[in-house]
């Protein structure tokens, strides 16, 4: 294999004679690497899976039975693989979950195991399958990488024994972790990362004593991984963004999206734009348990993504981003969260508040009446402010301006500030806050703030489809969240979405009785 790039090269001729397959695989990986070097930019990749699930069984299956169902989700990932390899991809990233699916217990996950070494005994399974216990996952894994020149990251299950000379060691001998790998383009393996924040279902796994901030150096740029539910949490997304400056964050998924704050699509690139990051999305896609939304977001937007809820098919995406974001001329300036909405009065009287439920948290609401306007509602410290416009105010669509400022602690603990503008169910105001796919009324502008105690907080705004606008919105640097242009779409929600990290911990204030 030849390539010549008559712009970096001041020969172009074509070697003498094919060298041996090792020194071909040195030859083309330096070139990548040179490639990529000569490059500010990357091409990044991400396969939404429509995993192929086992049966649920009491008993364990059989090693053999177990490798087989895993092979046939790997058939379907390599080809994926090898598409976005042929189409320059560098990276790409596979969802949590995508080898095996779900559907476990304890004993019955344990044949899909193996044990996966830490990276710094610089492996490659590929050409060394026998190095340590059998691996044939990692071993395909590292092949699919090394044959098609570029970076895998998969999500697999690793085990490791332990006994009682360790005081946490379960009572089966073993520790079971949901475990991101991630194989160079000459197959090595680089990462390895147990997720830490393990969503309640997943009673197979074990959390790491410690959490883990995994990070590898790449020709372009410094990349961090965490897994699905650790979004939500400091340890360890905020410690890989704000203290080891990753560029890029790789982002194996099984997210079941919850309307109207937390669909995938939505969420992610609110992330990306929040911390500033690169963000590399891979979900699987299984819709009947409201599984889809995968995406390539930049700080600036998304770059492409995808939501299906209609069909069961699987999709790659493939997208260039900038290698350093942060170097980069489009990088958004610091934001000020609160500096606006301080500096201007209540624009309204709260004297129509009403109180409404999101994902089990009640929010103060006052209802957007007039087809243009400014509103204020308050919830303890946070105030949100709207300014806004409609196109058309519609008899039969009702919108809410929403504040929320408390401990959410329904599947996971975890303080929240929220502002939103949001569309109701129905015109019964009852409604405000169930979850809406789709609206009519368009906005000619908006434009949302809040007096956040929190430096954290991730914009959203979700068009009607739960479709996204990316280049339709701003953040300005005193924290208004702010159309660009007239909004294309209907808009289902327009969100500031606040995370106070340190308020975690607080114990829920109980109510005071009715009567002292």
């Keep these: 294999m030849f390539v010549c790039d008559s712009e970096h090269s001041r020969s172009c001729e074509a070697p003498a004679m094919l060298p041996s397959q090792p020194l071909l695989h040195a030859a083309v990986f330096a070139l990548a690497v040179l490639q990529a070097l000569a490059s500010d930019t990357f091409t990044a990749a991400v396969y939404e899976h429509a995993v192929i699930l086992p049966d649920a069984t009491v008993e ?17 990932l390599e080809g994926a693989i090898k598409e976005a390899a042929q189409q320059g991809a560098h990276i790409i990233v596979t969802p949590e979950d995508g080898i095996y699916g779900w559907r476990f217990t304890r004993g019955t996950i344990y044949p899909y195991l193996e044990d996966i070494p830490d990276p710094a005994v610089n492996w490659i399974p590929c050409t060394d399958p026998t190095r340590f216990a059998p691996a044939p996952v990692q071993e395909r894994l590292s092949c699919m990488a090394r044959n098609n020149s570029i970076y895998v990251v998969a999500n697999i299950g690793d085990k490791k024994p332990c006994n009682s000379s360790d005081a946490g060691c379960p009572s089966d001998g073993r520790y079971q ?3 991101d790998v991630v194989f160079d383009p000459e197959g090595k393996l680089v990462a390895r990362y147990h997720k830490y924040n393990l969503f309640m279902p997943e009673t197979q796994f074990n959390y790491p004593k410690e959490p883990e901030a995994v990070t590898f150096e790449t020709p372009f740029g410094k990349f961090g991984i965490f897994t699905c539910f650790d979004i939500l949490f400091w340890e360890p997304a905020l410690v890989l963004v704000s203290e080891l400056q990753v560029d890029t964050v790789l982002f194996p998924t099984a997210w079941m999206n919850v309307l109207p704050f937390l669909t995938a699509v939505e969420f992610h690139s609110a992330w990306a734009m929040g911390m500033g990051v690169n963000f590399l999305a891979a979900n699987t896609h299984y819709t009947s ?3 889809t939304g995968s995406g390539i977001y930049a700080p600036d937007g998304a770059r492409t993504y995808y939501y299906n809820m209609k069909t069961e098919d699987g999709r790659l995406l493939i997208a260039e981003l900038d290698s350093h974001p942060r170097l980069s001329p489009a990088f958004p300036p610091a934001v000020n969260w609160s500096l606006y909405a301080l500096s201007v009065e209540r624009f309204s009287p709260n004297d129509h508040d009403f109180r409404g439920r999101i994902f089990y948290d009640w929010f103060t609401f ?3 009446t007039k087809p243009e306007g400014n509103l204020t509602v308050c919830q303890k410290d946070l105030c949100c402010h709207l300014s806004y416009k409609v196109a058309g105010k519609r008899e039969d669509e ?3 301006l929403g504040a929320f400022d408390g401990l959410h602690v329904v599947e996971g603990q975890y303080y929240l500030q929220i502002c939103t503008l949001l569309k109701c169910k129905t015109t019964d105001l009852n ?3 169930q979850p809406v796919e789709t609206a009519q009324t368009k906005f000619e502008m908006f434009s949302l703030s809040g007096t956040f105690g929190t430096n954290y907080v991730f914009p959203e705004v979700l068009y009607s489809g739960v479709q996204l606008a990316p280049g339709e919105f701003e953040v300005l640097n005193d924290g208004r969240l702010i159309s660009k242009t007239r909004p294309t779409k209907p808009v289902v929600t327009v969100t500031l979405f606040g995370r106070w990290y340190e308020k975690d911990h607080l114990k829920q204030v ?7």
Excluded: H
């Excluded at 895993?70 to 058939?75: A, E, G, L, T, Y």
């Excluded at 109980?510 to 002292?516: G, K, L």
């Design 289 to 291: 348990m409201s599984m």
């Design 177 to 179: 972790y949901n475990t």
């Design 60 to 76: 364990p299956v059989s090693p053999d039975d177990a490798l087989a169902l895993m092979n046939k989700n790997m058939d379907v």
């Design 510 to 516: 109980p109510q005071p009785p009715a009567f002292p």
């Design 366 to 368: 006052t209802e957007v």
């Design 431 to 433: 409604t405000c806050g």
């Design 398 to 400: 009702v919108y809410v």
